[in-house]
């Protein structure tokens, strides 16, 4: 059954820093795998996806993400975090009518 | 604006009074789903719907009721709450081609609704 790890829970970094939240997945075929993020009080929005092809993906927000299929993971990076990007991630993989998602990692931005 | 409408928001309410939660999708989205948001747990999906008059459970459906009448309306119905039913809960949306089986389709989602049960 497929499945996803974020190792993470909390994680915090100090304003202008460099940014990885890891994910790792069990899923039996090539997978579809996504990252979203959740404001407060907001739904989940989509940061990225990758579905095929290079496996080093842009999204939106200046965030980017590293497929390795050899390490099973899905680790998502960014060059340097704003105080906006105080949230909670989520990483997902599967299809549409099966995704599986992380138990998220929340982020805290210091100033 | 292509969105995806949950209410209400926020819900207070008392074990036994049934209640239901309403989502309504503008895209023409063919497949719609539920989850619930739990601390240390991720998002788990309740039920879907893979197009009008078609659901099918998800990973956690006890408590639970759904229907599809309409393509663009997926309300979530709790017939009688209990207090481990308290959650944040999602509405999501996807198109759906006919006959593709890849499942290589975005989740729209909605706002939440949190949902308290005393």
């Known amino acids: 059954a497929q499945s996803v790890t974020q190792p993470d829970i909390h994680i915090t970094v100090s304003e202008g820093a460099s940014l990885e939240l890891r994910c790792n997945y069990s899923?039996?075929?090539?997978?579809?795998l996504f990252w979203y993020v959740q404001s407060p009080g907001q739904g989940l929005q989509l940061l990225l996806k990758y579905f095929s092809g290079d496996t080093l993906v842009q999204g939106i927000k200046g965030f980017e993400a590293e497929f390795k299929r050899s390490q099973s993971s899905f680790n998502l990076r960014k060059p340097s975090v704003h105080w906006s990007d105080a949230a909670e991630y989520f990483c997902a993989v599967g299809a549409y009518y099966d995704m599986r998602f992380g138990a998220g990692t929340r982020l805290t931005v210091k100033p | 604006e292509a969105q995806v409408t949950q209410n209400p928001r926020y819900l207070i309410t008392v074990t036994g009074k049934k209640l239901t939660v309403t989502c309504s999708q503008n895209?023409?989205?063919?497949?719609m789903s539920w989850y619930r948001q739990d601390p240390g747990l991720g998002l788990r999906q309740i039920y879907y719907s893979m197009n009008v008059e078609v659901t099918d459970k998800g990973d956690v459906p006890e408590g639970y009721k759904v229907s599809r009448k309409e393509k663009r309306n997926f309300p979530l119905i709790l017939e009688s709450p209990s207090p481990n039913q308290t959650s944040l809960y999602f509405c999501?949306?996807?198109?759906?081609?006919?006959?593709?089986?890849?499942?290589?389709?975005?989740?729209?989602f909605g706002a939440g609704s949190r949902l308290t049960v005393l």
């Open positions: 899923y039996g075929a090539t997978p579809y």
């Open positions: 999501a949306s996807s198109p759906s081609r006919q006959g593709d089986v890849s499942g290589a389709n975005v989740l729209t």
């Open positions: 895209m023409n989205h063919e497949y």
